[in-house]
């Protein structure tokens, strides 16, 4: 297991945000006229809803599909899975929710471990924990941008900008292994 920051781009179309499991054994729940039934219990009154949510990635180096597991996403979102569904009424596993949504652009801190894919010779990215480390930053309006387009057409920073280098170290995890990349990024100031 490794951590990582990353930010959330997309969620993936077409694979569920949730999923039901039973209170008693954790198997998978279906529900039917009677109620809720896995395959050892019957008529239960409610299943337990956990995230598991397939989304797009990505850090400074590149982008990658990550699996974010329900203690992750009640960190993120700030609500169990159950009071989304329940509550709010967002029962489509295949329609994301509003507040799942919020999360995309946001920076996360991610625990990250390596699961062995049912396809031969892939692996699954899991995020079984995760943390904010971004505040979502509302403004007014659309922020000014911090480049310019010269007559020759080349792009240079604004006249009211400076910017310094900085040079830093991160895990990667796009590669099967560990590894650290130097990078260097520019730091605006006004």
């Known amino acids: ?3 990582c920051e990353a930010t959330i781009v997309s969620f993936i179309k077409g694979k569920p945000w949730y999923y039901t499991t039973c ?3 954790r198997r998978k729940m279906y529900k039917t006229n009677e109620g809720w039934l896995c395959g050892s219990h019957e008529n239960l009154p409610e ?3 956990m995230y598991c949510a397939s989304t797009t990635i990505v850090d400074h180096t590149d982008s990658t599909t990550a699996t974010l597991f329900d203690e992750a996403l009640t960190s993120i979102v700030g609500q169990p899975c159950r009071d989304i569904v329940i509550q709010e009424g967002y029962t489509d596993h295949y329609q994301v929710p509003k507040p799942l949504l919020e999360a995309v652009g946001r920076l996360i801190s991610m625990h990250v471990r390596y699961l062995k ?3 031969p010779g892939s692996s699954i990215l899991a995020v079984n924990r995760a943390s904010i480390t971004q505040p979502l930053v509302v403004t007014q309006g659309t922020p ?3 480049t ?3 007559p020759n057409g080349q792009k240079e920073l604004r006249s009211n900008q400076s910017a310094t280098s900085t040079t ?3 895990l990667s ?3 099967p292994g560990l590894f650290l990349t130097t990078y260097t990024t520019i730091v605006l100031q006004h």
Do not use: A, G, V, Y
Request: hydrophobic letters at 25%; glycine letters at 0%.
């Open 148 to 150: 310019q387009t010269t």
């Open 173 to 175: 995890f796009t590669e």
């Open 47 to 49: 299943p337990k809803f």
């Open 168 to 170: 830093t170290r991160k």
């Open 117 to 119: 894919s049912p396809m």
């Open 1 to 3: 297991m490794f951590t």
């Open 144 to 146: 000014p941008s911090l």
């Open 23 to 25: 209170t008693e054994c």
